[in-house]
């Protein structure tokens, strides 16, 4: 199968969704195994309910999936949801009122918070999380395209 660039799709052999996309965790422990079906081995445990994954590929009731860091393998479709989720991936970075750096800051967030994804221009996007909702630049966020735009 020939590689697909970060922001470029093609549709999915099972679902006809867009493969690369994002979703996140629908449970907060979910086993990622080595191949599509209950018979390969697990190789990670996901955790945290809500963790933004990226799906590479489809096959039967399989999705193959991968977090941040690149880890992952295969999960069962019904472990995954269509609610999108950001991870922070930037020390201190700010959650502003607005989707411009001058506007006034709402709260200082740590690497790794994860954060529900309204929606987002060329360069920013609306995030809410711990009670706080605001504006971060993509730059800041990871479960979201490059070139994506939500309504």
């Given at each position: 199968m020939?590689?697909?660039?970060?922001?470029?799709?093609?549709?999915?052999?099972?679902?006809?969704?867009?493969?690369?996309?994002?979703v996140?965790?629908?449970?907060?422990?979910?086993?990622?195994?080595r191949g599509p079906s209950l018979n390969h081995r697990v190789?990670?445990?996901?955790?945290?309910?809500g963790t933004p994954l990226q799906v590479t590929a489809e096959f039967d009731n399989w999705?193959?999936?991968?977090d941040v860091d690149g880890a992952g393998g295969w999960m069962h479709y019904t472990l995954l949801s269509g609610v999108r989720t950001a991870l922070?991936?930037?020390?201190?970075?700010?959650?502003?009122?607005?989707?411009?750096?001058?506007?006034?800051?709402?709260?200082?967030?740590?690497?790794g918070v994860i954060g529900r994804l309204g929606r987002c221009?060329?360069?920013?996007?609306?995030?809410?999380?711990d009670g706080y909702s605001g504006w971060m630049p993509k730059s800041n966020l990871w479960g979201v395209g490059h070139d994506e735009i939500r309504n």
């Open positions: 020939a590689a697909i660039a970060q922001d470029e799709t093609e549709p999915g052999a099972v679902t006809g969704l867009p493969v690369p996309r994002f996140s965790l629908k449970s907060s422990n979910a086993n990622v195994r190789d990670w445990v996901f955790l945290h309910r999705r193959r999936v991968r922070v991936v930037a020390d201190n970075a700010p959650l502003y009122a607005d989707p411009r750096e001058n506007s006034a800051i709402r709260a200082m967030t740590e690497n221009t060329a360069d920013w996007c609306e995030i809410t999380a």
